[in-house]
């Protein structure tokens, strides 16, 4: 049985595409369908279209996965046919790279009758080109998680868990991705209207030492265009295990590069602390794991040793993580109350700080840029909201969703978003992130002094 994870995580992902036309002519009692008219080297294969009662296991994640959302999902219920349509999508970009022996019946376990027509494009795969019953179906899961669930629920292959960070970090290079239109609307399927991009690059991981950098436009992947794959599935031909060669091709400023990328395991950055102008401290919190309020309290503990009135909270490049430790950290900062509210579609929460903060009586800036996301977001929020934080650098990523990591019996993963958050005045990051009060830019390569210099308005 699948196993919930012991915590919420916010979450990267937008909108699916191409619809296709429905059939109403299966139940889910066992029935036999005939293929299409076979091919002179065609040999027909006799389909059986059944319930998810006791599917057989290449079909067995789709049941799950199905289960899940319609459980758990922000939006449910989710309309069966919509997600049927995104499952047939997978099956209609399916590149067949092995095959194996046919069997002599399909037995293709749905979770509704809307799902007919993956079974029939299924039987056809298997028919005309002796296609893998398993990765077919895992392909068919991949697209409708990714593109039959909105923004930011996805489904992880058993052989990829662990490669696609829950913060939305792409395991073995260290980046962070986005695809979003013109109109700023996050995309699930990558077009040349709705390009993936590089919103940010890990320092000291793969991807920085390859040469990679914020806003290059990912192209192709092992030489093979990403145009029209599903964000989710781009990320994870892009992580890998984590280990080898990935082969990147970029375009930068009207210039097409090529790299070929030595994947490796993510060195991910600690709290750093200083004080470069008097009266003034630094902090930087670059992500939100089980272990960050604990190494932010050392910091804070460290910085108040001198006598300090304003703390400048760098929070550019964090991508999130989990909801407890951004609550944690914010007690630091604010002395109970509020820090953010959840709403799904049947329940509603506010989650407050504690009272033993180190610095809630201090000055506060919040420095930002487009890679802050997430829990990252929330603290923004909320000091901004409750301690009248100023927020200084670019609009943040925009992720308002609170998500489950759920393990799945295949050894997979489905990511799925089950509420939305709002800062304690009600404010949403929704489509145009949070808009800092400065708008300036703010360089990775930035002397810290200069930095602050900023953040105080001071230069």
Request: hydrophobic share 40%; aromatic share 6%; with cysteine.
């Amino acid at each position: 049985m699948r196993h919930l994870l012991l915590a919420l995580v916010l979450i990267l992902v937008a909108c699916g595409e191409d619809q296709v036309q429905q059939t109403t002519t299966t139940s889910t009692s066992p029935v036999t369908v005939s293929s299409p008219s076979p091919t002179a080297t065609t040999v027909e294969i006799p389909l059986v279209i059944d319930d998810c009662s006791a599917p057989q296991i290449g079909f067995a994640p789709l049941c799950e996965v199905y289960e899940l959302a319609q459980e758990w999902h922000v939006d449910r219920p989710i309309d069966p046919a919509a997600l049927a349509d995104a499952a047939l999508d997978g099956l209609r970009t399916f590149t067949v790279e092995t095959t194996e022996n046919p069997p002599r019946t399909i037995f293709c376990a749905v979770p509704d009758p809307a799902f007919a027509p993956v079974c029939e494009a299924l039987k056809v795969l298997v028919e005309r080109e002796s296609a893998p019953i398993g990765a077919v179906m895992e392909a068919a899961v991949l697209s409708m998680a990714g593109t039959g669930l909105g923004q930011f629920s996805y489904y992880v292959p058993p052989e990829l868990v662990g490669s696609f960070r829950n913060n939305g970090v792409v395991g073995g290079l260290g980046v962070l991705l986005d695809a979003r239109d013109a109109a700023g609307s996050k995309c699930v399927r990558i077009t040349s209207s709705c390009p993936l991009e590089i919103v940010f690059v890990l320092e000291d991981n793969a991807g920085a030492e390859a040469g990679l950098e914020a806003g290059d436009r990912i192209v192709e992947v092992d030489e093979e265009p990403v145009d029209g794959l599903g964000f989710v599935d781009t990320a994870t031909r892009l992580a890998g295990d984590e280990t080898g060669e990935v082969a990147v091709q970029v375009e930068r400023e009207g210039q097409t590069l090529d790299f070929v990328i030595e994947r490796a395991t993510l060195t991910v950055p600690t709290v750093e602390i200083d004080v470069p102008r008097d009266g003034v401290g630094y902090i930087r919190i670059p992500d939100f794991e089980f272990d960050m309020p604990d190494l932010v309290r050392e910091g804070l503990t460290e910085l108040t040793r001198e006598p300090i009135d304003r703390v400048v909270v760098d929070l550019r490049d964090n991508p999130g993580g989990y909801l407890q430790s951004a609550i944690d950290v914010a007690t630091e900062f604010i002395s109970g109350g509020v820090v953010v509210s959840t709403s799904g579609p049947t329940d509603s929460f506010d989650y407050e700080a504690g009272e033993d903060g180190l610095v809630t009586d201090i000055e506060i800036v919040v420095l930002v840029n487009a890679g802050t996301a997430s829990a990252a977001e929330i603290l923004a929020t909320a000091l901004r909201d409750r301690r009248g934080a100023v927020i200084v650098g670019e609009p943040t990523f925009g992720k308002d969703a609170v998500q489950i990591a759920f393990d799945l019996d295949n050894g997979g993963e489905f990511n799925v978003a089950i509420a939305r958050w709002f800062s304690p005045e009600g404010a949403t990051v929704a489509g145009t992130g949070l808009v800092p009060d400065r708008v300036t830019e703010l360089p990775p390569t930035m002397a810290r002094t200069d930095l602050v210099d900023v953040a105080v308005g001071e230069s």
